[in-house]
C-alpha cells in the first residue's frame, strides 16, 4: 500500500478514538457481491413491510463509489450507547436504550465532521461524505467488512470485547487507505435471540422479519396497531431491546462516557401511571432531542395505550 495510506491510516483511527468513538475500522469501497441477492430475497418477500424507503436506490446500497464519486475506502465507527442505569419501574412501558439521550444521528454526525475536517488538515484535499443510518448504506455490512465485528443472529454487529449496544456510523473518502480484515462469526449454536423475540420476527437465524418486529410496529408503523399483535409487545414502547438483552455477548458491555446520552433526569424514575398519564407538554421535555421524537407524540400515546 501506498505511503499515503501507511501515514494516513493510523492517524484516523487514533482521532476517532480521540473523539469518544470505541472503535473504527477500514474497507475497501467495493461492491457488495455477497449482499445483493440477499437484499434482494428479503425486499421480495416483504420483509420491509411498510417501510418503502428500503425499496430505494438498490444499486447504491451495494456499492458506495455510485453514492459518491471517486470513493476509495470506508471508514467504519462504533459509538457506545450502553446506559449504566435503565428504566427503574419494572411494570411501566419501556424505552429502548438507544434513544435514552440525544439522537444519536446528530451527535454521530458531529463527531464525524470533525473527523473528516481533521483528516483534511493532515492530508490536504480530501473529498469525504458522512451517512449515519439515514442513506442508502449497509452499515453493518460495512462495518464486518472493517473488522469491527460479526452480524449475529438477531442481524445486529457484535463484538467479543464489548457486545451490541452501540451505533455505527460512515465516512466515505476518496482516497485509498489500510484495510483490515474480517473477524469471525461467535454465535456458535447459541439461539437465545430467536427464542427470546416477543414476536418471533427472528424468523431464522441472520434472518429478520422487519414487519414483524416490535422496533417496526413501535416506531416506523405510522397506522393502527394491528389486533393480532395485541399483548405480544412485552412492555415495549419505543423499539426493542429483547434479542440484545439476552445476548451473551452483551455481559461485556461497559457503559458509555457520551454526555450527549444521558437521558433526561425524569426519564428513568417515571412510574407505569406516569407513563400512561403522558402530556404533550412532558413529551416535549423528556425527549427534546431524542430519537424518540420520530413516533411523535401522538404515536407513543398509541403505544402506550396498546400495552394496555
Known sequence: ???????TTPLIKQKA??????????????????????????????RNGEMKYMENYFDKRLDPRILMDGCK?????????????TQYDIDSPKISKYAYGEDYHFVIKRKLNELLQYIQSEVGEVSGRIF????????????????LGW??????????????????GELLLDIELNYDSEVADYCGSCTKCLDVCPTGAIIQPYVVDGSKCISYFTIELK????????????NWA??????????PWNRFSKPHQEAAFLPHPDLLEMTKQQWQNISKE?????????????TKYEGLRRNIDFLE
Open 132 to 147: 449515519v443510518d439515514s442513506a442508502p448504506v449497509m452499515d453493518k455490512v460495512w462495518a464486518k467488512k472493517a473488522g
Open 151 to 168: 452480524v449475529g443472529k438477531n442481524s445486529n454487529l457484535i463484538q467479543k470485547q464489548s457486545g451490541s449496544f452501540f451505533f455505527i
Open 17 to 46: 478514538l480521540d473523539l469518544g468513538f470505541m472503535s473504527c475500522g477500514i474497507s475497501k469501497a467495493e461492491f457488495l457481491e455477497d449482499e445483493a441477492p440477499r437484499l434482494e430475497k428479503w425486499l421480495k418477500e416483504n
Open 223 to 234: 397506522d393502527a396497531l394491528p389486533q393480532s399483535m395485541k399483548g405480544q409487545f412485552d
Open 282 to 294: 412532558k413529551f416535549d421535555v423528556l425527549f427534546k432531542n431524542s430519537a424518540v421524537k420520530r
Open 1 to 7: 500500500m501506498n505511503s499515503l495510506a501507511n501515514k
Open 73 to 85: 475506502s470506508v471508514v467504519s465507527v462504533l459509538l457506545n450507547y450502553f446506559p449504566s442505569e
Open 238 to 247: 419505543f423499539g426493542c431491546d429483547a434479542c440484545q438483552d439476552t445476548c
